[in-house]
């Protein structure tokens, strides 16, 4: 028969070999401290087994246990020298739940169990303090009550307001009659209304409270938190008994919290603090707090306990961890007690602080210290935050679309943010959504905040892409773009008015708020480093204008894996030229409109190569429909044929006849390579100019990779592939420059992967687009999931946005089915990823196991896929090691 | 070395391995005559071996050949008692081109080759007919002339009216000195103007037209239709050369086409026509016609021939080929000779017919008969068609978007159409695209006709599942609603106008044109008689109206594959309820809207119940986005807006709100049935309560099929499942009786085709809905496939629209992954088909293969349907023997 119960005293424990499945968090936790010889109240826990033996709290405790206990609570009288229901120095205990998990309807602390009416009277004698031991005593009725009884804690409360009424105190009884009175009361009260009564024998009160910790198990809230949160009906629960410490009896007492470490500098310091004095005593003001570096620098001789003592124990616990040690303590009457030890919580900066100081003092390697980086959070470490100490006004909540806080003047249109911006005035951008003309808006706004879409839609994107904190979704706020005014319930605010949005938690603030900038110290390049030392895969950024480049490289990006070249034709001249293109009305007259961008493009192109210096770099051809690249409003489109010399109706019949049902599923991608075979042919040979400008400035010969998205059939990319070889071979010819090219790729429709194999043959690069691949995959419009995505958060349905985060068993298997046919009929094919997924760690995670070269995201994710992918590979490391030590 | 010359006289044929490989149609025809004791002129093919020697008419002709050629030449001299280039009887040759496929370029027959100056005079004395010989010479000069020297017709033309003018004759020469004068002046004009000469040897002339035969396979036109039709550059050419037919000489010679069978009873019998005389004499008016069959009957005494002669060899042929035989004939000076035989072409109903007569014959089995029907040709069985000997002037051509001819009045809008059909008058629907609210106008026009959208447009989906005809994308016509005006070119028609569309071929017809419409006859029954007994796969219907429902039971439906009961809310009060519902704040709002719908929804089902008798019925739970529900035109949101009782502006806001911007992957499907439970929970009330109404009526427990749309997760499926559980035992314990049904998904999605395994755990059957899988497979709306499908199709990219045709390679290789996934999980899963592809031939044979239980299509689609499926199972029992016999 397993164990049924562990004792546990400083120095010696008895440990079962699962300590935290037989004992719960408490008692595992108290067994360790003792089993380190570090000081612990004696003790003993009720294994899962006894527990297991009841069924769970459905039966009472199992016969043998009562002879168990009292066997353990013998034990206990010999160490502690003290007797339970004894003539003189009573034993008193504190009994705990103690379950794997803390979940909501577990019993709570009884404490002081082992009081009765002659007890509490032993015990006044020998501490010479009535109102303590009586406070304790009337505690231990109420917490038993509850437990047991499962009474209404007001119930309590009111009788106790009728006695101070009756008796005429205020706060606690004033002397010890009236104490014996409210105690007279309330058992009264148990046995008159509820027809109970409170064992007075401390034995019985120890085996009924047990039984009622065990029956807690099955209580609701306890049942819902383990549905909710998939923990096993049979995970098990234990119980803690303990020697009570008087913590709270007088000035020499107290509790407290300890770290192992300054969380400023990472370097080895106690710190923490404790306060002296009962919670009744710090009512009356009579309390400290102190300090405990403080007192540990300046000897700590007038100090209740030692405050030496605890450095060396909370040190030992470090050690043991190999982590940051948390400690709580408690002293009673002088004495110490530790009573709970873990891992010590940290904000994203100490985390990274934490784990290089680590390896520095040889406590873990490098590998480790990547572990314990949860790389989402280094998010917060690269963008402005808000000053949470202050105070502020949430107006309306959001989707959180891009990190970062910013503050800023409210403006409605992305014209007004570009006029107010050039005064050198900081601009909130707030639409209803966002469009490709919204672009120039963007870029010179602090942050961007609209009413509708989610985390994906344009704005989210384009907003991550260039760093720009973003807020998506608030659909409370109305706005009335025509007045000016933006409404939140009856607050209205108006084109000008200040306002703060927060990108990471979605929350819109009326007024400024004050922000706190990041700074990449030392440790944070380190840990970098050791990073870059244990990934695998590369990291490529996803970026367009220079900015973003020299941001991404900053970052660490091992070259650009996404330019998506559309985002270069909406500022300026250049939507004007594409316009132009789009409206001619043959193949020479759009050649002759893409004749003005092909110097553009170039430059663009000169520029991002000669900052990526050698650095691989994928452009992607023209991908979105030609009618975002028209004018949609009344306005827009009178302003537009004005400009271009046409004729405003013939404007809005092309407008007509370019509008599709789905955009998402319409003519874009390489479909328009193929309608319009001279666009690709212009931005090839803008790409293949300026590589060879690019590369006689640099001296450094520039390899660019052309990328044809939206590819579904082997014959799309053969058509586009032989107009760009042939653009190639022109260039070649005509600079004399020997040019080497590649030409890949996108694969972000089902019927890619599927022809994987024979796609593959054409191609020199694939690129999964997971965006457009998790849309077509699950059928599922981004920019219209808002509406339902979330009751399926809700009822359970998906666990997470497959937006986000790739939906390995879908989205996730087919990449697997394409990266084996790929690589079954080309073999060093290069495959990498450029969704929105290349930048979040648990896909980052699917895609190195799915044996990816790279992935490439936003330049503000660089440092966070870093990380991801060193992860990814030392658990990958981690399995293959493990499965060769099982072979 | 092979063979270069294969000889043929009646009785007597060498014939090759491969006869249409090495001699072309032409010469193995011949040979195949000639070897079944058939009438033939003698003569010889020279094999397409001696082609390849000549490097396929870039070099000449291989030296040895001459040799060949002048042995046979004196084999013919033998056979006919004829001498080449004789003093008397000169032998005179038909030489003609003879490829496996007829194309333009190659060069036509050379007739009457042997005549030169001298044997003119020669033949003109045998046959005591100058003027014949003459006739004979010219042609044959201007023949050699243009196949050799590449003259221009029209030189020639000149120079004979030159001579007309001169010597004063009209169409050809009067007088034996008028023909020599002519024949000088043409031999004159080649030597004098182009330096050439036709030699006067007749066997130079032959090597000479060999030769250019052979070249003639490199003319621009031959290799222009070989790169358009894919036929090999090197499949080969051979020249066969007979004696001289004089069919055209005198009253005792002609020649003509006969059948073995009676093409309007499919019984055996000789049919056909034959014209004796001359093209010359036709023009005199000297000539008959003789009808085979009468001939034949009045024992053809007065005949230049033996029409039973004639009878015999053309049942001969018949037998040989198992088929319909035609045959030309000519018949000279009295003799029959056969020139060609070949299967007979056939109308759709012909075929059916003979096909079921060969099977009486015992010509062939029923599988054979089954498999020469080409399925789709059925469809011109089932709707009206264009009396095509009228003439009609033909405005436009769009999409054959439903197939069947229609007349009637334009009008522009739904409700004009039911207005005027209300009085009885015929109406053709034209419409720049067709909308759900315009089904009622729909389903009282004749026709529909849309200006933009393809063959799989809302109005193409919808006419082909209510057997109306329709023309899609008639994108030259301008539709000018407004003016009620319909211009095409320059051509204004207006409302009340007459139009005729043909929604098989595509055309727009001006006025109106006479109709045919077909009979289901006894054949047609008797084939699908056949079928039935051959098919595997059930064919079940697509179908929403008792009419629709109907007409799917007399094609032979076995049940109901997919009711889309969205169609059913479209007509008046319906659209009124659901707008009701959509419009509600509140779940008790939209299920009192729903309470409406219920017993409407009850009762459409208890007629399909009745109508199915006990046969399968899969309802499908509503499907589109709501927004589809809601009026957009300005006009009909105001006059909805009064109707509803509510505000404008609120019924506008909703209808933004609902707006998407990919509709096709949006808030839909099985999506609704998460957000809005409520609904599919009526829904399902309403198919149980029918259920129990009609199996309480009928006697035959009725068991419904419930289908949930747009799967992409288990945990969908498992959802609304639960819901669709729960009513069922509410119905059941509400009518005490006993209730069996299924449960079961589309499968539409490509994630769902994932995780098909785990799907088909919580399904009885899964429906492939091929509408949507294509589209998401290949990222392609097909509302807006129209721009770049066009392109792709003439660039070569894809063969053939995949939304008509399953793309085997990726959808298709997705359907067999789940196929596969399913059965592994739930080996007796029903697995269908309800997509359009249901009623595809070749998409049939392909779901075949792939193992489903069924294929669930339009009702007029049924019954090709049937027969597809029948030649599916055929073919595979045919590989399968085959394979068998392998091993």
Redesign the interface.
């Known amino acids: 028969m397993p164990q049924r119960i562990f004792p546990f005293q400083k120095g010696r424990a008895e440990r079962p070999a699962d300590p935290l499945e037989s004992l719960g968090l408490k008692g595992a936790d108290l067994s360790l401290l003792a089993s380190l010889n570090l000081p612990v109240p004696p003790g003993f826990t009720i294994s899962t087994y006894a527990w297991r033996e009841a069924k769970g709290g459905r039966d009472d405790l199992p016969m043998g246990l009562r002879a168990d206990l009292r066997d353990q609570v013998e034990a206990l009288e010999e160490v502690t020298g003290r007797r339970f229901d004894g003539d003189r120095r009573p034993l008193l205990l504190a009994v705990r739940s103690s379950a794997k998990t803390a979940m909501p309807g577990l019993a709570e602390s009884v404490l002081d169990v082992g009081l009765n009416g002659r007890t509490v009277e032993i015990l006044a004698e020998e501490l010479d303090d009535a109102t303590f031991a009586f406070r304790s005593y009337r505690r231990l009725i109420e917490s038993y009550a509850q437990l047991v009884f499962d009474t209404d804690p007001t119930d309590f409360e009111e009788i106790a307001d009728e006695e101070a009424g009756e008796k005429g105190w205020t706060g606690e009884p004033a002397s010890i009659d009236d104490w014996r009175s409210l105690i007279a009361r309330l058992n009264a009260f148990l046995a008159d209304e509820l027809d109970v009564v409170m064992p007075q024998t401390p034995f019985e009160q120890l085996v009924e409270i047990v039984n009622a910790v065990f029956k807690s198990w099955r209580s609701a809230p306890a049942q819902a938190y383990r549905a909710l949160h998939g923990i096993p009906e049979n995970s098990g629960l234990a119980v803690t008994i303990h020697s009570m410490i008087f913590n709270e009896r007088n000035a020499q007492s107290g509790r407290g919290r300890a770290l192992s470490r300054d969380m400023a500098t990472g370097r080895p310091q106690l710190t923490g603090e404790f306060q002296l004095g009962s919670g009744h005593v710090l009512r009356n003001g009579e309390h400290r707090t102190i300090d405990l570096a403080g007192a540990l620098a300046d000897g700590g001789s007038d100090y209740p306990a030692d405050i030496a003592d605890l450095d060396d124990h909370v040190r030992a616990v470090e050690a043991y961890l190999g982590d940051l040690a948390e400690v709580e303590f408690m002293i009673g009457d002088g004495e110490l007690f530790l009573l709970q030890s873990r891992v010590g919580r940290r904000s994203a900066s100490e985390a990274v602080r934490l784990a290089v100081e680590f390896v520095r003092d040889g406590l873990i390697d490098e590998a480790e210290a990547l572990t314990r980086i949860d790389a989402t959070s280094l998010d917060q470490l690269l963008h402005p935050s808000i000053q949470r100490d202050e105070s502020f006004v949430v107006m309306a909540r959001g989707m959180p679309a891009s990190p970062g806080a910013a503050t800023g003047e409210i403006v409605f249109s992305s014209d007004r943010a570009q006029a107010v911006a050039a005064e050198g005035r900081k601009v909130i951008l707030v639409r209803h959504e966002t469009f490709p003309e919204d672009i120039h808006g963007m870029h010179v706004s602090e942050g961007v905040l609209t009413i509708r879409g989610g985390t994906t839609s344009h704005a989210a994107v384009v907003a991550r892409g260039i760093g720009k904190p973003c807020v998506t979704g608030a659909g409370t706020l109305r706005l009335n773009a025509a007045t000016g005014e933006l409404h939140a319930g009856n607050k209205v605010l108006r084109q000008g008015d200040a306002i703060t949005i927060d990108g990471a938690s979605g929350e819109v603030i009326e007024g400024a708020v004050t922000l706190v900038r990041p700074s990449l110290d030392g440790d944070f390049a380190t840990l970098m480093e050791f990073a870059d030392r244990a990934r695998q895969m590369k990291v490529r950024t996803n970026a367009e204008t220079p900015a973003e480049a020299r941001a991404a490289r900053d970052f660490g990006a091992e070259g650009i894996g996404l330019t998506r070249t559309e985002h270069m034709f909406f500022e300026g001249d250049r939507v004007r030229a594409m316009r132009e293109m789009i409206l001619a009305s043959d193949e020479n007259g759009r050649r002759a409109a893409l004749e003005k961008l092909l110097p553009i493009q170039r430059a663009d192109f000169v520029e991002l190569f000669e900052i990526m210096a050698g650095l691989p770099v994928t452009i992607r051809l023209l991908d979105p429909p030609l009618h975002e690249f028209l004018p949609q409003a009344e306005n827009d489109i009178d302003e537009a044929a004005e400009f271009l010399g046409v004729n405003v109706s013939s404007l809005r019949e092309r407008i007509a006849a370019l509008q ?8 874009r991608g390489c ?1 328009l390579a ?2 319009y075979p001279e666009i690709a042919e212009v931005q090839s040979r803008a790409i293949f100019e300026a590589a060879v400008e690019a590369g006689a400035k640099t001296g450094a010969a520039v390899t660019p990779e052309i990328m044809v998205p ?1 590819v ?2 082997r ?2 990319l053969d ?1 586009v592939k032989e107009r760009i070889d042939a653009v190639a071979a022109q260039v070649i010819e005509e600079t004399g420059t020997k040019l080497t090219y590649r030409v890949g790729t996108m694969i ?4 890619a992967i ?2 994987a194999d024979t796609i593959a043959e054409a191609a020199d690069f694939f690129s999964f687009g997971t965006n ?1 691949l998790t ?7 981004r ?2 999931a808002g ?2 995505l979330s ?2 958060v809700r ?4 666990e997470r946005d497959p937006f986000q985060t790739v ?1 390995v ?3 996730g ?2 990449i697997q089915i394409a990266v084996e046919k790929a690589r079954r009929t080309k073999p060093d094919i290069e495959l990498g990823v450029c969704g929105e997924q290349g930048g979040d760690p648990a896909s980052i995670a699917f895609f190195a196991e799915a044996g990816l070269d790279y992935v490439s995201c936003s330049p503000f994710r660089v440092p966070i896929a870093r990380l991801a992918a060193a992860q990814a590979a030392i658990r990958e490391g981690r399995i293959t090691r493990g499965g060769r030590s099982r072979r």
Chains 1, 2 share one sequence.
């Open positions: 599709e049902f789905n955009p998402m599923l319409g003519h479909r193929i309608s939206l579904s059939l014959r799309e058509f972000e429709l089902p019927r599927v022809r457009d849309q077509t995959v699950f059928g599922i419009s920019d219209d509406t339902f009751t399926y009822e359970g349905i998906v939906d068993e879908g989205v298997e087919l």
